[in-house]
T-cell receptor
Framework: DAKTTQPTSMDCAEGRAANLPCNHSTISGNEYVYWYRQIHSQGPQYIIHGLKNNETNEMASLIITEDRKSSTLILPHATLRDTAVYYCIVRENNAGNMLTFGGGTRLMVKP | DSGVTQTPKHLITATGQRVTLRCSPRSGDLSVYWYQQSLDQGLQFLIQYYNGEERAKGNILERFSAQQFPDLHSELNLSSLELGDSALYFC?????????????FGPGTRLLVL
C-alpha cells in the first residue's frame, strides 16, 4: 500500500470547517483513499473513502486532487466531539481487507 | 455503538501469564479482524478470520493465537506475556472480509502486563 503523510496535529475552532490534508504521492491507479478516526482510545470509526471523484456523506467530504497525489478530508462544521486522531489510509483493491494505520493527525477542536 | 462487542474491557495480569480476549462481531458479519495498539507501534493488524478460517496474517507474534468459533465469535489468546504486550486490542468485523468493506471496530480491551 502507498505511504501517506499527514500533519501530526491541527487545531480548529468549533463551528468552523476542519480541513485535514493527506499526501499520498506514490498512490497507484487501483488504490483507494480511506479515512478513519479514533476518538480517545475508542475503536477506530470509518468516515469516508474514494478513488478519483470527490465524495460526500453525512459525516464529511473527501476532496482528491486530479493527479490523486493528495487529498483533503473536510468536516464542514466541526464540533468538540470531532476531537480525535484522523487516519488517512491508502489501500490496494487486491491486498486483502486489513487496514494499515500510520500516525494520523490529532485534531483538536476548540471552543 | 458499532455492534461489535469485546470482553473484558480491562485486564491486568503478570508477565509469563496467559490471557484470552473475546470478540463478538456485528450480527450477520462473518469476518473478524484483530488489531493491537501500543504506544510505540501504533495500530497494527494482527490476524483476520472468515467464517472460522484464517484468512490473513499480519504482525502477530508466535506467542499469540486466535480462532473463530462456529457461532462466529473470536478469541485472541496471548501467552507468555511480556511487559511490551501491554496495549489496546481491538476487534473489527465485516460482512464477508472482501476488499473495501467498512470495518466496524469494537471498544477494545486494554491489557496491562505488570
Amino acid at each position: 500500500d502507498a505511504k501517506t503523510t499527514q500533519p501530526t496535529s491541527m487545531d480548529c475552532a468549533e463551528g468552523r470547517a476542519a480541513n485535514l490534508p493527506c499526501n499520498h504521492s506514490t498512490i497507484s491507479g487501483n488504490e483507494y483513499v480511506y479515512w478513519y478516526r479514533q476518538i480517545h482510545s475508542q475503536g477506530p470509526q470509518y468516515i469516508i473513502h474514494g478513488l478519483k471523484n470527490n465524495e460526500t456523506n453525512e459525516m464529511a467530504s473527501l476532496i482528491i486532487t486530479e493527479d490523486r497525489k493528495s487529498s483533503t478530508l473536510i468536516l464542514p462544521h466541526a464540533t468538540l466531539r470531532d476531537t480525535a486522531v484522523y487516519y488517512c489510509i491508502v489501500r490496494e483493491n487486491n491486498a486483502g481487507n486489513m487496514l494499515t494505520f500510520g500516525g494520523g493527525t490529532r485534531l483538536m477542536v476548540k471552543p | 455503538d458499532s455492534g461489535v462487542t469485546q470482553t473484558p474491557k480491562h485486564l491486568i495480569t503478570a508477565t509469563g501469564q496467559r490471557v484470552t480476549l473475546r470478540c463478538s462481531p456485528r450480527s450477520g458479519d462473518l469476518s473478524v479482524y484483530w488489531y493491537q495498539q501500543s504506544l510505540d507501534q501504533g495500530l497494527q493488524f494482527l490476524i483476520q478470520y472468515y467464517n472460522g478460517e484464517e484468512r490473513a496474517k499480519g504482525n502477530i507474534l508466535e506467542r499469540f493465537s486466535a480462532q473463530q468459533f462456529p457461532d462466529l465469535h473470536s478469541e485472541l489468546n496471548l501467552s507468555s506475556l511480556e511487559l511490551g504486550d501491554s496495549a489496546l486490542y481491538f476487534c473489527a468485523s465485516t460482512l464477508s472480509g472482501g476488499f473495501g468493506e467498512t470495518q466496524y471496530f469494537g471498544p477494545g480491551t486494554r491489557l496491562l502486563v505488570l
